[in-house]
Nanobody
Framework: QVQLVESGGGLVQAGGSLRLTCGASGRTLSTYVLGWFRQAPGKEREFVAATNWSGSRTVYADSVKGRFTISSDTAKNPVYLQMNSLKPEDTAVYYC??????????????????WGQGTQVTVSS
């Protein structure tokens, strides 16, 4: 089993920044991919960013590319999502997810079986 706990969400004005943290524990995570997904009210959950454990491979949704950065701390186990230049359309519940996912499938939500409880991010205009 893998346990994931997100933190760092909150209310921020457009143009501001937030850093989300995903604390991961359980099995040895060195072979896992960690991903961030988000779900806005009335919308389906969507991919945001993902990284392999070493951080050597990362992938981003086009909507956040250049504004968000995903990184991992292999010593402490968390995965971070640094979010800059936030827009009102970034408002959503953000979820951390993990699994042994192939590089080619990192963006696929159906490949992740371990999920955190989510953290709310609200961007005001």
């Amino acid at each position: 089993q893998v346990q994931l706990v997100e933190s760092g969400g909150g209310l921020v004005q457009a143009g501001g920044s937030l850093r989300l943290t995903c604390g991961a524990s359980g099995r040895t995570l060195s072979t896992y991919v960690l991903g961030w997904f988000r779900q806005a009210p009335g919308k389906e959950r969507e991919f945001v960013a993902a990284t392999n454990w070493s951080g050597s491979r990362t992938v981003y949704a086009d909507s956040v590319k250049g504004r968000f950065t995903i990184s991992s701390d292999t010593a402490k186990n968390p995965v971070y999502l640094q979010m800059n230049s936030l827009k009102p359309e970034d408002t959503a519940v953000y979820y951390c997810a993990a699994d042994r996912v192939s590089i080619a499938s990192m963006i696929r939500i159906d490949q992740y079986h371990y999920w955190g409880q989510g953290t709310q991010v609200t961007v005001s205009s």
